[in-house]
């Protein structure tokens, strides 16, 4: 049982730049999240996608797009990338969000 | 705004030293509360939940937490770490129906064997 599987877990990219990270699951939940993971400010939500079809802002969405594919896929594209957006970026799903997350293992994204 | 605190940024025990690791909140209506526990290099894995009932949560790997609504607090208890407890410890908090999980700034844990 895969889990939550994010492509690629490592990645370099010169300013202004473009990129597409991919997630998926294989558990048949219903919502997709990504967060971004910085020193000392914990995870800060970006985008979710509470049912296939839907999509929503989150905390910090500037400069990210998404797509909810299908139910089982989440893609979150950087347009032009920026160093601020140097971050660990992980998926999540869940069946309900009362029972908690399911994360993927993240990707390592590093702007120069 | 809503938001979760952990006022512990960092944490230092000995083995088979206790833990209580602080998280508070800031919301007044209906809540869930979870810890999560990074490993290092890994990613976030759920320890325990509080959906509704008894305040005492049990989790994994002997871990507790305890909901006191009165005091806005979902701390975090062990009576022994061990050296394997060493992670980044993350508290969320979910409020009424929301789909979104609002995360606490985490708190790293360092067990000296």
């Known amino acids: 049982n895969a889990g939550v599987t994010q492509t690629p877990k490592f990645q370099v990219l010169k300013t202004g730049q473009s990129m597409t990270l991919q997630c998926a699951q294989d558990?048949?939940?219903?919502?997709m999240y990504w967060y971004r993971q910085d020193p000392g400010m914990g995870l800060r939500l970006i985008y979710y996608?509470?049912?296939?079809?839907?999509?929503d802002k989150g905390e910090v969405p500037n400069g990210y797009n998404v797509s909810r594919l299908n139910k089982r896929e989440f893609s979150l594209r950087l347009e032009s990338a920026a160093p601020s957006q140097t971050s660990v970026y992980f998926c999540a799903s869940s069946e309900a969000p009362a029972y908690g997350y399911t994360f993927g293992s993240g990707t390592r994204l590093t702007v120069v | 705004a809503q938001s979760v605190s952990q006022h512990n940024h960092h944490v230092i025990l000995s083995e088979a030293a206790s833990l209580e690791l602080g998280c508070n909140y800031s919301?007044?209506?209906?809540?869930?509360l979870f810890w999560y526990v990074q490993y290092p290099g890994q990613h976030l894995q759920l320890l325990l939940k509080?959906?509704?009932?008894?305040?005492l949560v049990k989790g994994i790997k002997g871990f507790e937490a305890e909901f006191i609504k009165s005091k806005f607090s979902f701390n975090l208890r062990k009576p022994s770490v061990q050296w394997s407890d060493t992670a980044e410890y993350f508290c969320?908090?979910?409020?009424?129906?929301?789909?979104?999980?609002?995360f606490g700034s985490g708190t790293r844990l360092l067990v000296r064997p």
């Open positions: 558990m048949n939940h219903n919502s």
């Open positions: 509080y959906f509704s009932g008894d305040p």
């Open positions: 919301y007044g209506g209906t809540v869930n």
């Open positions: 996608s509470a049912s296939e079809g839907t999509t």
């Open positions: 969320a908090l979910r409020m009424d129906s929301s789909y979104k999980l609002i």
